[in-house]
Nanobody, 122 residues
Framework: QVHLVESGGGLVQPGGSLRLSCSAERFTLDDYAIAWFRQAPGKEREGISCTGSEDGTTHYTDSMKGRFTVSRDHAKNTVNLQINILAPEDTAVYYC???????????????WGQGTQVTVSS
């Protein structure tokens, strides 16, 4: 089981941006597909994206296209999620998970980390 740590969350005003990071101490993230999810208060967890390990292609759910951008930092062994033009409805705990591929990533049912809290408020 790959243990991942999410970071970079915080309080941000509407219209602002954040970059979240997903890191692992004992694993090379380049070897895994990395998916991002979020869970807003009182709502079900929803998928944001999955970035493949072989070609690095990122698949975004339709509702997340446009304001969310994923990138891999090979030197730092992180996968980053850039979120722009944040709105209060983006308030959620954001999670990253690892898998062998992006196949059926939206139905991930493995372990979850603690996530990182993003709060958008003025």
């Amino acid at each position: 089981q790959v243990h991942l740590v999410e970071s970079g969350g915080g309080l941000v005003q509407p219209g602002g941006s954040l970059r979240l990071s997903c890191s692992a101490e004992r694993f090379t993230l380049d070897d895994y597909a990395i998916a991002w999810f979020r869970q807003a208060p009182g709502k079900e967890r929803e998928g944001i994206s999955c970035t493949g390990s072989e070609d690095g292609t990122t698949h975004y759910t339709d509702s997340m296209k446009g304001r969310f951008t994923v990138s891999r930092d090979h030197a730092k062994n992180t996968v980053n999620l850039q979120i722009n033009i944040l709105a209060p409805e983006d308030t959620a705990v954001y999670y990253c998970v690892a898998g062998l591929s992006c196949r059926d990533w939206i139905n991930y049912d493995g372990d979850w980390g603690q996530g990182t809290q993003v709060t958008v408020s003025s």
